[in-house]
């Protein structure tokens, strides 16, 4: 079965340090990676997915299947990236791609 | 067309009654997906539906739920007998038929069982 993994609940950095936001999977095949974010009071949203090897604010994420990982990082963060911020794995099959998602990691930039 | 949309947005009710949540999705969007979100939880998987068939369903959508999508267009859930087990966060999400199809989400059902 398919499983994420996001080992810490709250996260605070100061403004301008690097970020990681860390992320484990597990799954057998071949699933796909996103990660989505919520910021206060709005609604939950695609930052980013593997297969599109891009950089969304300034965020990007590698997928190492070596150490099932798909780690958020940063290397300046700001104050308006403070908000709740989720891990998520699909594994499509016959068209599918529900999502299975981690427990979520807060993140706090601190002035 | 703004978005998903969800109604109502809160909902209180007592144990023991039957409620229903609708899913707006955006107007070209096929595919419909159903998520519960409780409180230190990431969302997790309910159901979806590709146009108004009902594809998959999750071993968490136990009897007392139903989901419809009659027309293809908007989604019905609906929780019968509800227990206060069910309080939680209802999450719906719509995307294009294409894989790996991005999931836009809707603002949430927020369900209070007393």
């Known amino acids: 079965a398919q499983r994420v993994t996001q080992p810490e609940k709250l996260l605070s950095v100061f403004k301008g340090a690097p970020v990681e936001l860390k992320c484990n999977y597990s799954y057998s095949g071949s699933p796909e990676l996103f990660w989505y974010v919520q910021y206060s009071r709005q609604r939950l949203q695609l930052l980013l997915r593997?297969?599109s090897r891009e950089s969304i604010k300034g965020f990007t994420a590698d997928l190492n299947k070596g150490e099932t990982s798909f780690h958020l990082k940063k290397p300046f963060a700001q104050e308006e990236d403070s908000a709740m911020y989720y891990c998520?794995?699909?594994?499509?099959?016959?068209?599918?791609?529900?999502?299975?998602f981690g427990t979520g990691t807060r993140l706090t930039v601190i002035p | 067309d703004t978005g998903v949309s969800q109604n109502p947005r809160h909902k209180i009710t007592k144990r023991g009654q039957n409620v229903t949540f609708r899913c707006d999705p955006i107007?070209?969007?096929?595919?419909l997906y159903w998520y519960r979100q409780t409180l230190g939880q990431g969302p997790e998987f309910l159901t979806y539906?590709?146009?108004?068939?009902?594809?998959?369903k999750s071993r968490l959508l136990s009897d007392r739920f139903s989901a419809e999508r009659p027309k293809g267009s908007f989604s019905t859930l609906e929780i019968q007998r509800t227990e206060q087990g069910d309080s939680a966060m209802y999450l719906c999400a719509s995307s294009l038929l294409a894989a790996g199809g991005e999931q836009y989400f809707g603002p949430g059902t927020r369900l209070t069982v007393t």
């Open positions: 998520a794995l699909s594994v499509p099959r016959a068209g599918a791609n529900n999502l299975f």
């Open positions: 593997h297969i």
């Open positions: 107007s070209e969007h096929n595919r």
């Open positions: 539906f590709q146009n108004e068939a009902q594809l998959e």
